[in-house]
């Protein structure tokens, strides 16, 4: 076809159009449409976005080739652009620790960049250069496999929203005063740090995520928080350190959170949260806390029962559950107490919104089912439960079903849903 | 409802909530249409302009649309807003309404795209941008400029530079070139013979030289290559033979006709200077360059002399062929020369579409 001359009808747009096309291309293929017409020759040069991936370069088996070619074409992209730069982003495990990346970070500095992730990959982390805690108004930063260590005059990004470190080399004061001085953070995620204990002070902090080996987590001013995700690994020394605590982490944790609206913890979080004196006196209550999912919760442990049922007879809004049990269990070391269920009748409380409830990994033993039964007793909107036995107990199941069975329902519309693969 | 206590300041009819009112609006061509007011208030520019004047309350006041906006694209939007300010839809819904939505040709998507951004209709902007990325998405410069009607109107240098690293195999790079050097030559002939001041990129030179260091080109190499082209077309006259060998890594001598080919180990620099070399070999894979020979043909004039168009054939085809059949050593060879510069150029290219390049040169 060739109705040249029919007007063109696309160069003549606005530009807030045209970068709004070509951002959500590749960044190859934006530039590329530089040598469709004459218009078009630098119309990509004022885009306020640019993020990279190994897509923008030919991919061989040489590894340093492969880097050499990215390093080569984002800095000549860097070179060849006008204009400020909001976000830039290198997001590929080609990415190697090297002198240009401090040439960009110190070029993006001078170019009120706003949104800064650079993912290296595995090899030597990367050290971020002093430029970068001049960048003013920054207010996304996401570094993987770097190290950071700010001058001592770095007085914090002030316009930052949203920092996400993964696997990143920080000593752990520097990391709570980074916090602590960015007074609009309103997203955190750590992952991967090692034996850190963390006091997060942050007014306006609405996500967090933490992933890693923590010895503390205490939350001391988040008043805002809404979503919370949480997995702890364990080692030798947090071992340790868990036995010797003697602060009621759960009161550190979660004591000054009232509006959160979700709680996920896996691995260790429900074995963190039962160390220290019994909460059970203090009046905590999450009214806005719709979503709980707790993971590797040890069913054999009195007191991570415990903490459990707080949290679950605390959060009267509370919709949907997930408790997964722990099928490392250590063999248990009294005799289960079975009145226990019995004393926590279903006249105490009701689950009065809760509508769907998932348990997985299921071992049969007696805490989970008296949890099931109170759960199912105590439900009276319940919609459906669904249980998934844990793999290594087969012979179980047939058990827990037979119980399962017997227990009594508060909700007439509840299903209980029993998937056995 | 909170607009109709607004609306009552100014000259605008008192109106109940039950009853159903209308906005006003006329578009460039003078027509005047009512529009049920909830879905006129979804776009922001018409609710801004009956907050601020008070405008669109009846006909002789009816709102003026920005003239990007004509009746049929209105009706679009209206649609389209129409659907979405009604509450109680899904997520789900509302994808799906939207991905029909957005099926219609491109030069409405264009329109739409532009009404929708001076009406300020910011979720339809997004819809609409990323639609015509997904038509952009993929294809090749040729097809683009097909689809959105552009003007080829860059000189074949300027194209040249962007699209050197945009392919992945090198071969089909220096093809490329080839095939610009030899458009471009004819071209030259042309004027020539129109005797025209030949147009020179004197003024984007500039421009090309920025624009080659993202194609993986030195800074010197701009230089030395365009020089290197005056030079090969006289000698092209001549009827040069070169006794150049393409391992030989002469880069700075003005007269060698392959300068580049240690230069930054680049191969599209290769073969600026002279197309055709030795034929020393032979080979079948010349064969499936000949489509694309076939195309260049059916562009140029019949009323070039028949023997240099022959002459420029022969030259390609020797020249595939050459490729085809010593590409192994002459890579290795080349690269090892290219060592201390870049081995790997910078390549902006896509996956798999390198076929497709040949032909948009």
């Known amino acids: ?421 | 409802m909170q607009w109709h206590s607004q609306m009552s300041e100014g000259n605008m009819e008192v109106v109940k909530p039950e009853m159903k009112s209308y906005i006003w609006l006329q578009t460039t061509d003078g027509s005047i249409q009512q529009v049920e007011e909830e879905v006129a208030m979804f776009c922001p520019m018409i609710c801004h302009e009956i907050l601020q004047t008070g405008m669109g309350s009846s006909k002789s006041y009816a709102i003026s649309l920005p003239q990007r906006v004509n009746p049929a694209i209105l009706g679009l939007i209206l649609d389209y807003c129409r659907f979405h300010q009604t509450p109680g839809r899904s997520n789900k819904e509302r994808k799906t309404f939207d991905e029909k939505f957005i099926r219609m040709d491109t030069k409405r998507l264009c329109e739409l795209t532009s009404a929708a951004d001076s009406l300020q209709l910011k979720p339809l902007v997004d819809l609409t941008s990323r639609a015509l990325a997904r038509i952009i998405e993929g294809k090749t410069p040729e097809e683009i400029r097909e689809t959105f009607h552009l003007p080829d109107d860059l000189t074949e240098e300027e194209k040249l530079e962007p699209l050197r690293n945009i392919t992945d195999d090198p071969r089909i790079r220096l093809l490329n070139r080839l095939y610009a050097r030899k458009r471009k030559e004819l071209k030259e002939r042309q004027k020539l013979k129109n005797v025209e001041v030949e147009e020179e990129h004197v003024d984007d030179r500039s421009v090309d030289d920025l624009l080659s260091y993202i194609n993986g080109g030195d800074g010197d190499t701009k230089g030395t290559r365009a020089k290197n082209k005056k030079k090969n077309r006289r000698r092209k006259d001549q009827n040069k033979d070169s006794s150049s060998n393409h391992s030989n890594g002469n880069h700075n001598k003005e007269l060698d006709p392959l300068p580049h080919a240690g230069q930054n180990g680049d191969l599209s620099e290769v073969f600026v200077g002279c197309p055709s070399k030795n034929s020393t070999s032979q080979d079948s894979a010349a064969v499936t360059f000949s489509p694309k020979l076939e195309f260049i043909d059916g562009d140029i004039d019949d009323d070039l002399d028949p023997a240099m168009k022959e002459e420029l054939d022969r030259e390609v085809e020797d020249f595939a062929r050459r490729l085809n059949s010593d590409w192994p050593e002459r890579m290795q060879e080349i690269l090892s020369l290219g060592q201390e510069r870049r081995p790997v150029p910078v390549s902006i290219n896509g996956n798999g579409s390198a076929s497709r390049y040949t032909m948009s040169m």
């Open chain 1, 1 to 421: 076809m060739g109705d040249f001359s029919g007007a063109d009808l696309i160069s003549d747009l606005p530009q807030s159009i045209i970068e709004s096309i070509l951002t959500r291309l590749p960044i190859r293929d934006a530039i590329r449409m530089s040598i469709l017409s004459s218009k078009w020759r630098y119309k990509w040069t004022t885009l306020t976005q640019l993020v990279f991936d190994e897509k923008c370069v030919t991919l061989t088996n040489d590894g340093a080739a492969v880097l050499k070619s990215l390093l080569n074409f984002i800095t000549r992209v860097l070179f060849l652009h006008q204009g400020p730069i909001h976000k830039f982003q290198v997001w590929t495990s080609y990415l190697q620790s090297c002198p240009d990346i401090d040439q960009w970070i110190l070029f993006l500095s001078r170019n009120d960049i706003k949104e800064l992730a650079l993912e290296l990959g595995e090899g030597e982390w990367f050290r971020v250069p002093s430029c970068l805690y001049k960048c003013k108004k920054l207010t996304r930063l996401e570094l993987f496999r770097c190290e950071l260590e700010p001058p001592l005059t770095f007085k914090g990004f002030v316009s930052l929203k949203s920092l996400n470190l993964h696997q990143v080399l920080v000593a752990p004061d520097v990391i709570e005063n980074i916090i602590c001085s960015c007074p609009l953070l309103e997203s955190l995620s750590l992952s991967y740090f090692d034996s850190l204990a963390l006091n997060i002070r942050a007014p306006n902090l609405k996500y967090l995520y933490l992933e890693g080996e923590f010895k503390d987590i205490w939350l001391e001013d988040t008043p805002l928080l809404v979503d919370m995700s949480v997995a702890m690994y364990m080692t030798d020394d947090i071992a340790e350190h868990f036995e010797q605590s003697s602060s009621c982490n759960f009161v550190k944790c979660l004591g000054g959170v009232p509006q959160l609206e979700r709680l996920s913890g896996h691995i260790y979080f429900s074995k963190y949260l039962s160390i220290g004196n019994d909460p059970g006196i203090l009046p905590l209550t999450y009214n806005h806390l719709k979503t709980i999912e707790l993971n590797q919760v040890s069913f054999e442990d009195m007191k991570e029962i415990l903490v459990v049922l707080y949290l679950i007879t605390s959060s009267p809004n509370l919709v949907e559950l997930q408790i997964s049990g722990s099928s490392n269990t250590p063999a248990a070391t009294d005799v289960p107490d079975l009145e226990f269920w019995e004393k926590k009748g279903p006249s105490d409380c009701l689950f009065k919104r809760l509508k769907v409830v998932k348990i997985t990994d299921m071992s049969g033993v007696t805490h989970e089912m008296g949890f099931m039964k109170f759960l199912l007793g105590s439900s009276p909107v319940l919609e459906v439960m669904s249980i998934t036995p844990c793999v290594y107990v087969l012979e179980a199941q047939l058990n827990i079903l037979i119980e399962l069975v017997r227990f009594r329902r508060a909700s007439s519309q509840a299903e209980i849903v029993f998937c056995s693969d």
